[in-house]
């Protein structure tokens, strides 16, 4: 039997034992070495310098690397914007800009819901802007914190704050240079599309200078050519024909006898004004710039009513598409690509309307054309950029409303919209023609059966329709026309809400074709770095243009000047409007 050891007897350790002296466990204890210690060699330091050699060159890779990477994020471009990874494109290059005029985010919402049970699709489907959001823009211009469209349009084609009104001009009254005009001086293709008025203000502020901007004459004649540069636009795409015609000609409105169709023709434009014009561009490769088209005399019919004319007024993904192509093809040959912006502009019609139905095909309609740019950009072999946003926010749209004095159930209906066939302005002239001069008297039974049949069941699919709302539509009241009647009964029954027939101060949202091509417009920006964007991609000088407008002897070009009591670069303040609380404007009676 082995003889058993005290617990705590000194043991003996052995170069293989795994039992410590008491020398060992001291050395471990204070460390310093035991006598033991052996000499190291050479081949131990080496081993120690070629490890410290490779750590410190892979810090200094990772650290190159990092360097490296942070340098291509933070390019500073011309305009001390950031760039992506990649930095900006050199060489040939293409700017899409698309513009959803009146457009805030809750007409997205509208839309999606909307698609979503009109086309039976889940409830996880989404638009294909929803895939494109990259950030918000900030809309007040110098003179209101709720924008219009032509103070808003100023600052993307300036890269300036302005009054409400004002058409690429500053609140001193001097014309500011736009990136249209930067981008043909420099010798890009340039070229406008709308579904408005090619004279009204967002395509009015790439290609023309007016104080005011209902001076749409005279930013017909600027259009064509008749500008202090000559002309900057190579095609044009849209409504507003009347502008161009003189007051006495069969769709004319301008207030002077000058036909501009006949001198655009003459400055060399080429020149289009129906569906089988349109379809003769043989989708943009038989077009010959510069070009002209002119489709209705004033806009565009709203989608949810063109599309029952499909054979009269091209949409606006056509015009898109054939622009596209007709500027592709004239710039081929060309070491500058081209610049174009297209706007979705009856968006905000249907926003001023308060009408739900024409403002979820509205959306439709620009979401297809946005869809048909990145198809474009797929196919073309030049670097571009799609960057996409609104000027502001229309209507105040809320997607839900207190229809009574109890608390509100949570919910929406878009069933509702989904029964409309016309929208609430076609629906408006139907009705007016219909009455003629007599409106405003008593109506007879014919009369309300043909409102119930014709004008709610046929045109919006109500048929529970009160004989209060009955009696509304049928006596006219310039105040309150039957447009903004219908609308409300739609909105009601679907439980859509507004606050107002004008525009709010809502942000908007900013889409582009990737975060890599736009990325200096991530996040929440002010408008105007929009504009400071588009010109930055292209390497434009603006600020050149603006300089060469500026030495004009004088400024009657852009038209008369504002009264002195118009605020132009400061904002208003109360004046005691709430005392007129007891004037309901009746938006919301029926």
Known sequence: ??????????????????????????????????????????????????????????????????????????????????????????????VIFMVSDGMGPSSLSLTRSFRQLEQGLPWDDTLVLDKHHIGNSRTRSSSSLVTDSAAGATAFSCGHKSYNGAISVLPNHTACGTVLEAAHLAGYKTGLVVTTRITDATPACFA???????????????????????????????????????????????????????????????????????????????????????????????????????????????????????????????????????EGSRIDHA????????????????????AAVLDFMEKDDTPTVLVSTSDHETGGLAIGRQLHKTYPEYKWLPDVLAKATYSSEYLDKKLTEYLGTNGAKKKSNEERAYVREEILKNGFGIEDASEEEVNALLTLDPELPPKYILADMISRRAQIGWSTHGHSGADVNIYASSTKDAWPLVGNHENIEVGNFLSSFLDLDVDAVTAKLQEQPSLSWMGDQLGADIRVDQLDSYHGDFRKRGEDCGCGAH
């Open 1 to 94: 039997m082995p003889r058993e050891e005290p617990l705590l007897a000194p043991r003996q350790s052995s170069e293989g034992s795994s039992l410590r002296s008491e020398d060992e466990e001291d050395a471990l204890l204070t460390g310093e070495r035991t006598a033991r210690s052996e000499q190291r060699g050479w081949g131990f330091w080496r081993q120690v310098g070629l490890f410290t050699w490779s750590l410190i060159a892979t810090v200094a890779i990772i650290i190159l690397a990092v360097m490296y990477q942070h340098r291509l994020t933070t390019q500073p471009g011309s305009n001390g914007l950031t760039w992506g990874p990649g930095g900006k494109p050199s060489g040939k290059r293409n």
């Open 351 to 370: 926003g001023h309307g308060n009408d739900p139905a024409a403002q979820v095909h509205e959306v439709l309609a620009y979401d297809k054309t946005f």
């Open 208 to 342: 023309s200078h007016a104080n005011r901007r209902e001076y749409e004459d005279l930013i017909a004649e600027q259009e064509i050519g008749e500008h202090p540069l000559g002309r900057v636009v190579d095609l044009m795409l849209g409504g507003g024909r009347c502008h161009f015609l003189p007051q006495n000609a069969e769709g004319g409105c301008r207030a002077d006898d000058r036909d501009l169709i006949k001198a655009a023709k003459e400055n060399g434009f080429n020149y289009v004004d129906d569906r089988n014009g349109f379809d003769g561009l043989d989708g943009g490769q038989s077009a010959k710039l510069p070009l002209l088209g002119l489709f209705a005399e004033r806009d565009i019919p709203f989608e949810i009513d063109r599309r029952h004319v499909d054979d009269v007024y091209p949409s606006l993904d056509e015009m898109a598409r054939t622009a596209l192509a007709a500027l592709s093809k004239a710039s081929e040959e060309s070491d500058k690509g081209f610049f174009i912006m297209i």
